[in-house]
Each structure stands twice: as structure tokens, then as C-alpha cells.
């Protein structure tokens, strides 16, 4: 863990009554929610919480009723578990950017760029060769004269970041060139073929593999990054950020206190002015930036293209846009955590995660006819955790506690296709904008940070529902008296019995919430994973089939069709986790809310 500059405390979520608003708004130091969901304009609105008098209701402190109706979806999730969290922060997390030399990105402009330049096809190889010495020459040269390694990686299990850490670590590097890596990877490119057909020669682009540099640098604004230059036509660039990292260097900068663990930000001194700061991030003039480095580490390009200028054309080929919940007690997100990823697990919807990523919904609640793509929700350990992530073709929203105090709801954006924004047409300087195409192109970031924030907060609102309204009594009711099943007596659950208790964890366990399980899944955690002989195999697998009936008897899991799996019902997850609850409730917690 790191520590920012100094420390003061920061004040929580505060809930006060109407009339205390405007002197609260002053002082609070509640979490700023920006970024509406679908307005057409780019303005970014504080706003605040309350919480009703005896008279009042929930209100939002916005001056804008519009904006406040739109980002009061996130605030249901905040007033749900108002006494557990401490703050939300919103913005950028890693973004990948892409540079394009249009001109020269599909077969036909790369030929009429030869014919510009007098190259015939005959004559292609060798032009081609030189232009890729001339470019490894200079970044060379350009290492040499910064005094910076240029390592080969031969192998693609290598984390080229970890070996950048390690160099800047070592050489105490904090600013400027770290080194320079090199590895042979995909690319697309163009070569020169004989048509048999036609008896003459062709251009034709294809994939293919080529030398590749990575550059690693502590950039001045945007901290640790680096720049991936492919050393081929058409020499395209991927410029790699991270925006926690860039949050994290301008807090430095403004001498806001943090804690910080890896990728997040745990503690904030100024969750307003961080807030601030990160809206700002949306401002950035991302061609003069970008410029700035073609020139610094790509000086060959202008020695290239010198008798033909081409400039570069920047896109956002992926975002990732976290909010991230800022909780009190590393224990209280590990208490709520779990039933939150069931919830998401298995009542979101194919329909409800369209609906999060903003696509199309019809009146009857499912999917829409036209739709042709594919909607996957999973569940995953990463590191020591587990996340969800429901995909919707190309993008994608996850969910995972990040560094046991941290809920982190992310929305992944790669394809643009189906999202719109309010701009006129390329090349238009009059005339009344209207609601186009979203381009990937840096100009349309504001946009797609709009949308990504609209995302994460019906995610969460969604997620307002997670909450217990029976008792633990009325839950477990029912299993602990005996049922029938197909005219057949069937015993009564026993749920703080050894046995019974073992059998409930079992069916519980995270891993089974999308997929379910089954009868030989159960038995390595029932009875052990050593070896069996076959007649004890067998006696086991009756012993957990009697079980799965019971607990089928009881309502507690349903069986999926035409399968051997097995799924919680929604009585099962409820009654399930209250019992989970219970058993690792202390005495004293237990007393006080029986006082």
C-alpha cells in the first residue's frame, strides 16, 4: 500500500432533512454524481444526497431536475447501504488508444500511396525494408541517446509491464524513458503477390507477424504508460493508459492525501476535488498529447512521409469505466458482497443486461427480435476473488470486490456500432447537430464516458434490491419440518447439524451460481477427493442422490432440463444465505438484534 500526501478525515455519506440541505452541500463531502445516462449535452453535475424530514421525501441536491432524475438510479444502491459506505468514485480505469494512418489502413489507399510516391509493386520489398531499417534505426538511436535499454523478448509469457516495473525500480527511473521492449507479434500488413489469373502483380494486405516496440515511460501527466509501435505498414500505434495510475499522479499534484493499493484508490482526503478531477480527465486535448509523443518517440515518421504528410487519426479502441464504492469495514463488503453476486448471477436477465448497456428492450421484457448477438454472463475466480461479468457481444460489465473494501462495477466498451451521439456530420461546420453514429475517434469520449456511467448506475440500482425482508425464522420454517415427495415421506432439514449444515455450504458455494452442479461435483467436497474403490464410489453417489432429493422436496434447488445439474431456486439462495448469515454472526451481534 502506498500513502499520498497528508491526511485529514473525510467525512461519509451524510443523510440530513430538507431544510439542512444548502448548508450541508457546502460542508459535505459526498460522493459526486456525474455523467446522465442519455442527455444530449456534455455537462457534468455535481449532486448531492439527503435524506427526508418527517415530512419530505428522497430528494436529490442538483439544480437541475433533469440530470437529477437521471443519476438517481445509483443513489437507491447508496441509500440501501447509506451507513456502510464511505464514497463513490467514478472514471476512467485502463484505456487503450489506437493511431491509424487512414490512408494507408486498407489495400486501395496503400496502393494509391505508392503510386503517389513513384514505389511500383516490383519495387515493393525492398522500399518496405528500407522504410523498416530507417524506423528501427531511429529508435535506436533514440534509446542510445536516452540511455535506456532496449530489451528482445523472445518469449510472449513475459510481462513486458512487470519487466518495465522492475528496470524503473532498479535505475530509479521517475520520470521520462524507462526502456524500450521488442517482440515479434500479429500485425496486419501488406506483400506483393502474383494474381495467376490476371499474369500480373497484386497488393494484398493480410495478417501477418512483425517486430513490435514497446516504449515505457513515466509520462508527466499521465504516469506510468507505454506506446506499441508496430514496425511495418502501416505502421500503426497503440497507446496504453491507465486511469487510476493518471488519477493518482494529478492527486499528487494537487496534494490531495490517498491510500492506495495497486490498482485503486482505497482512502481519499478530497473526494469532491478527486471527483473533480477525474471529470476533468473527460477535457483532455487528446491530439495534442498524442502528437507530442509521435514526435518524441516516433521521430522517423516524419522523415517517412515527408513528401506525402499522413497524420495520424486517434481512436479509443477500449475503455474502462469504473465506479468504484468506497466501504467503511473491509468485513462489511465481505458480509454483503456474496449476495450480490448471487443476485447477479441468477436474476439478470438476457433482457436487464441489454437494458444496462443501453440497447433496445421491448414493452414485454425480453429481448428484442432483431437482436442477433450473444449475451453471456460468468462468474470467475481472479486472484483470490470472484467477479461476474455479463458480456453483451463486444462489451461487457463486471463486478468485483477489489482489495476487500472496494466494490468495483466496471463497463467495458470495444464496439461502438449501436450507440449514438448528438454531433453534426464529419467535415460539417453549419447547421443543427442530430443524433449520429458514436465514433471511436478521441472526439466522442465525453459520449462514451456518459454512457458507461449510465451503465454502471442501473447496474447498481438493480443491485438496490439485494436486501433481506424476512426473517430468518420464517425462512427456514418450512425445511425443518418433514414434506412429501411423490407420496413419500421426506425427512426435515436439520440446518445446524454437522452434516446438514456441510451439505447446505456445499450447494451454496459461489462457484455453482451460473452453471449449477451435480451429483459428482458434491462429492469431493462431501467426502473427499482421495481414492475410492468402485463400490465406495457407488455408495457415495446414492448417498448425495437421497440428499439432491431432499433438498428438491423442500423447494431448496430445482433441476435443470435435460441435464444432471442443479440450481438454488430463489426460496433456496434466500434461505441459504440467511443461514450463512447466522453461522457467522457472533453472539453478541445476534444478542443485539434480538434486544
Known amino acids: 500500500m502506498s500513502q499520498g500526501t497528508g491526511r485529514t478525515p473525510v467525512a461519509p455519506l451524510q443523510y440530513m432533512c430538507l431544510e439542512k440541505r444548502k448548508r450541508a452541500l457546502l460542508a459535505s463531502n459526498s460522493p459526486r454524481d456525474i455523467l446522465t445516462s442519455d442527455a444530449p449535452k456534455a455537462r457534468l453535475a455535481p449532486a448531492g444526497i439527503s435524506r427526508p424530514g418527517p415530512c419530505s421525501c428522497y430528494r436529490t441536491m442538483d439544480r437541475h431536475p433533469r440530470r437529477a432524475s437521471e443519476t438517481a438510479a445509483m443513489k437507491r444502491f447508496l441509500r440501501t447501504h447509506a451507513n456502510l459506505i464511505l464514497g463513490v468514485l467514478s472514471g476512467f480505469d485502463r484505456l487503450r488508444f489506437r493511431g491509424t494512418l487512414r490512408w494507408l489502413a486498407y489495400t486501395q489507399g496503400m496502393q494509391m500511396f505508392l503510386d503517389r510516391t513513384h514505389v511500383l509493386l516490383k519495387d515493393f520489398k525492398s522500399y518496405v525494408q528500407r522504410v523498416t531499417n530507417q524506423l528501427r534505426e531511429s529508435t535506436e538511436n533514440l534509446a542510445r541517446q536516452a540511455d ?26 521517475d520520470h521520462g524513458l524507462i526502456c524500450v521492449l521488442s ?21 494484398r494486405g493480410r495478417p501477418q507477424k512483425c517486430l513490435h516496440y514497446y516504449f515505457y ?22 497507446i496504453a493508459i491507465n486511469g487510476r495510475e493518471w488519477l493518482a499522479h494529478q492527486l499528487d499534484s494537487a496534494g490531495i492525501g490517498y491510500q492506495r493499493r495497486d490498482n485503486c484508490l482505497l482512502h481519499l482526503d478530497d473526494l469532491s476535488r478527486a471527483q473533480d478531477i477525474c471529470n476533468q480527465q473527460l477535457r483532455t486535448r487528446w491530439k495534442i498529447v498524442f502528437d507530442d509523443l509521435l514526435a518524441q518517440f516516433h521521430p522517423a515518421h516524419a522523415e517517412i512521409f515527408r513528401g506525402l504528410p499522413v497524420e495520424y487519426y486517434w481512436s479509443l479502441e477500449q475503455s474502462e469505466w469504473a465506479t468504484d464504492v468506497m466501504f467503511r469495514m473491509p468485513q462489511q463488503l465481505a458480509d454483503l458482497y ?21 440497447r433496445k428492450v421491448p414493452r414485454h421484457g425480453g429481448v428484442h427480435g432483431g437482436f442477433q448477438g450473444e449475451a453471456v454472463s460468468d462468474v470467475a475466480r481472479r486472484s483470490d476473488r470472484l467477479r461476474i461479468k455479463h ?6 460489465i463486471k463486478m468485483y470486490d477489489k482489495q476487500d473494501s472496494v466494490l468495483r462495477v466496471e463497463t467495458i466498451i470495444n464496439d461502438v456500432t449501436n450507440m449514438k451521439v448528438r454531433r453534426r456530420a464529419e467535415g460539417q461546420t453549419d447547421g443543427p447537430p442530430t443524433w449520429r453514429p ?61 452434516a446438514d449444515a456441510q451439505l447446505l455450504a456445499a450447494v451454496n458455494r459461489p462457484e455453482f451460481l451460473v452453471n449449477g452442479f451435480r451429483n459428482r461435483d458434491l462429492r469431493p ?15 457415495q453417489s446414492a448417498k448425495v442422490t437421497r440428499q439432491l432429493r431432499m433438498l428438491r422436496a423442500h423447494g431448496l434447488i430445482t433441476k435443470v432440463l435435460h441435464t444432471h445439474r442443479y440450481q438454488l431456486t430463489l426460496r433456496g439462495r434466500k434461505t441459504l444465505t440467511a443461514l450463512q448469515a447466522a453461522r457467522q454472526a457472533s453472539a453478541e451481534q445476534l444478542a443485539q438484534l434480538a434486544a
Not at 525 to 539: C, K, M, N, P, T
Request: with cysteine.
Open 525 to 539: 467436497i462431501l467426502f473427499g477427493d482421495g481414492e475410492i474403490s468402485v463400490a465406495e464410489s457407488r455408495r
Open 148 to 173: 535506456r535499454p532496449l530489451i528482445y523478448l523472445s518469449s510472449p509469457s513475459v510481462s513486458k509491464e512487470q519487466c518495465a516495473r522492475q528496470i524503473a525500480e532498479r535505475d530509479r527511473i
Open 338 to 358: 456474496p449476495h450480490l453476486l448471487r443476485h447477479a448471477a441468477h436474476d439478470f436477465s438476457s433482457a436487464e443486461l441489454m437494458r444496462f448497456l443501453g
Open 391 to 396: 458480456r453483451l457481444d463486444r462489451n461487457w
Open 183 to 203: 517482440a515479434v507479434e500479429s500485425c496486419f500488413s501488406y506483400e506483393v503477390r502474383r494474381d495467376p489469373d490476371k499474369r500480373m502483380l497484386e497488393l
Open 438 to 498: 458514436l465514433r471511436k475517434g478521441v472526439a466522442d469520449i465525453q459520449r462514451r464516458a456518459r454512457i458507461s456511467q449510465a451503465a454502471n448506475q442501473r447496474y447498481l440500482d438493480a443491485l438496490a434490491e439485494v436486501h433481506a425482508t424476512e426473517s430468518l425464522g420464517e425462512l427456514i420454517d418450512g425445511v425443518c419440518r418433514p414434506t412429501q415427495c411423490g407420496g413419500t415421506r421426506v425427512r426435515a432439514l436439520q440446518p445446524w447439524s454437522p
Open 217 to 238: 515511460l513515466q509520462h508527466s501527466q499521465f504516469g506510468f504508460m507505454h506506446l506499441r509501435l508496430q514496425t511495418w505498414f502501416p505502421f500503426n500505434i497503440h
